[in-house]
């Protein structure tokens, strides 16, 4: 889990620099931490609106702690195969799966989206693939998206100008990234269902339209899933096969439940949060515990008894 978080946050120090190199300022006034991880507003590839304070709050380094916690809560160990759904709107979180993953030394096949909600990696100039591309090339991560998709409506960007368009795909065609384009929603599933393959378990950031498959069933659920009443989509189409879903979303409740701050500022250092230490309860304690209990009960019953007048 250490490892993890060491080395997502040192990605995240990468990113910035990046950011930096590009010319691309930080509204100090939307990312507090000055990160480099968080968007703009309204962009030409933002797709729906976003919480700014989830946003902040999924740049923690411990969150791939958490990860590596869930993943193995979840029944997978070193070596396994797992299938990993990336959301451009939550690029911090990506990064974290993919740092839990490297930690993990876990197999996989990933997918990730262009278009982002408000103040994620909303950026023509700086996609959450261009951040990974930096990555992955300088050897801070040694995962990254086999296949990117535009996201957005339809899961096609259908929102997104022409214009735009054009240039991303040569930007990221150029730098070995290959696009996902199926017009049917249900086909778009199955298809990702076979490229993933055999896994033990799927892991979704975000609410992509193929992970929920436009279904809200699953819009508050966060954490580990195992059960699901809904199943549109990846998250359904697994959870009905029987295997576990990592479902990141709803930060805001996800995160106090491990121990983990709510938009903090500075941002978290590794190793910080309660999700490092298991609560257990020590029988032999508490047995020591209720027999001294016991006897203290006994002699106060006894002396109140012998100072009984007669």
Same mark, same amino acid.
């Given at each position: 889990?250490?490892?993890?978080?060491?080395?997502?946050?040192?990605? $995240?120090?990468?990113?910035?620099?990046?950011?930096?190199?590009?010319?691309?300022?930080?509204?100090?006034?939307?990312?507090?931490?000055?990160?480099?991880?968080?968007?703009?507003?309204?962009?030409?590839?933002?797709?729906?609106?976003?919480?700014?304070?989830?946003?902040?709050?999924?740049?923690?380094?411990?969150?791939?702690?958490?990860?590596?916690?869930?993943? $193995?809560?979840?029944?997978?160990?070193?070596?396994?195969?797992?299938?990993?759904?990336?959301?451009?709107? %939550? !690029?911090?979180?990506?990064?974290?799966?993919?740092?839990?993953?490297?930690?993990?030394?876990?197999?996989g096949t990933v997918f990730s989206s262009v278009g982002a909600s408000t103040y994620g990696a909303n950026l023509e100039e700086f996609t959450y693939q261009d951040m990974e591309h930096a990555l992955f090339?300088?050897? &801070?991560? %040694?995962?990254?998206?086999?296949?990117?998709?535009w996201g957005g409506a339809n899961d096609q960007g259908l929102e997104f100008s022409e214009e735009v368009k054009t240039a991303v795909l040569a930007r990221l065609a150029e730098r070995g990234y290959s696009?996902?384009?199926?017009?049917?929603?249900?086909?778009?599933?199955?298809?990702?269902?076979?490229?993933?393959?055999?896994?033990?378990? $799927?892991?979704?950031?975000?609410?992509?339209?193929?992970?929920?498959?436009?279904?809200?069933?699953?819009?508050?659920?966060?954490?580990?899933?195992?059960?699901?009443?809904?199943?549109?989509?990846?998250?359904?189409?697994?959870?009905?096969?029987?295997?576990?879903?990592?479902?990141?979303?709803?930060?805001?409740?996800? $995160?106090?439940?491990?121990?983990? !701050?709510?938009?903090?500022? !500075?941002? !978290?250092?590794?190793?910080?949060?309660?999700? &490092?230490?298991?609560?257990?309860?020590?029988?032999?304690?508490?047995?020591?515990?209720?027999?001294?209990?016991?006897?203290?009960?006994?002699?106060?019953?006894?002396?109140?008894?012998?100072?009984?007048?007669?």
């Amino acid at each position: 889990m250490r490892d993890a978080a060491k080395r997502t946050q040192a990605a $995240f120090a990468a990113v910035k620099t990046d950011r930096q190199r590009r010319g691309l300022p930080m509204q100090k006034a939307d990312d507090l931490n000055e990160t480099g991880l968080i968007g703009d507003y309204l962009t030409p590839i933002t797709t729906t609106l976003g919480n700014l304070e989830a946003k902040r709050t999924s740049v923690n380094p411990n969150a791939a702690a958490l990860v590596v916690h869930l993943l $193995f809560e979840a029944g997978v160990r070193p070596g396994d195969r797992i299938g990993v759904n990336c959301s451009g709107s %939550f !690029p911090a979180l990506n990064l974290a799966v993919l740092c839990a993953m490297d930690a993990m030394e876990l197999e996989g096949t990933v997918f990730s989206s262009v278009g982002a909600s408000t103040y994620g990696a909303n950026l023509e100039e700086f996609t959450y693939q261009d951040m990974e591309h930096a990555l992955f090339t300088e050897g &801070y991560i %040694f995962h990254r998206s086999e296949y990117v998709s535009w996201g957005g409506a339809n899961d096609q960007g259908l929102e997104f100008s022409e214009e735009v368009k054009t240039a991303v795909l040569a930007r990221l065609a150029e730098r070995g990234y290959s696009f996902w384009e199926i017009d049917d929603l249900e086909e778009n599933i199955q298809a990702h269902l076979s490229c993933y393959g055999d896994v033990a378990c $799927f892991v979704n950031v975000g609410g992509n339209l193929v992970a929920t498959g436009g279904g809200t069933a699953y819009d508050s659920g966060c954490g580990l899933l195992r059960s699901g009443s809904d199943d549109r989509g990846l998250i359904g189409q697994y959870l009905t096969q029987g295997i576990p879903v990592l479902h990141l979303l709803n930060l805001k409740k996800l $995160f106090p439940q491990y121990g983990l !701050p709510v938009d903090p500022s !500075p941002v !978290p250092r590794p190793g910080e949060g309660t999700v &490092y230490y298991e609560r257990t309860v020590s029988l032999p304690l508490v047995w020591s515990t209720l027999a001294a209990g016991m006897l203290t009960l006994l002699w106060a019953v006894k002396g109140a008894v012998k100072r009984q007048p007669i």
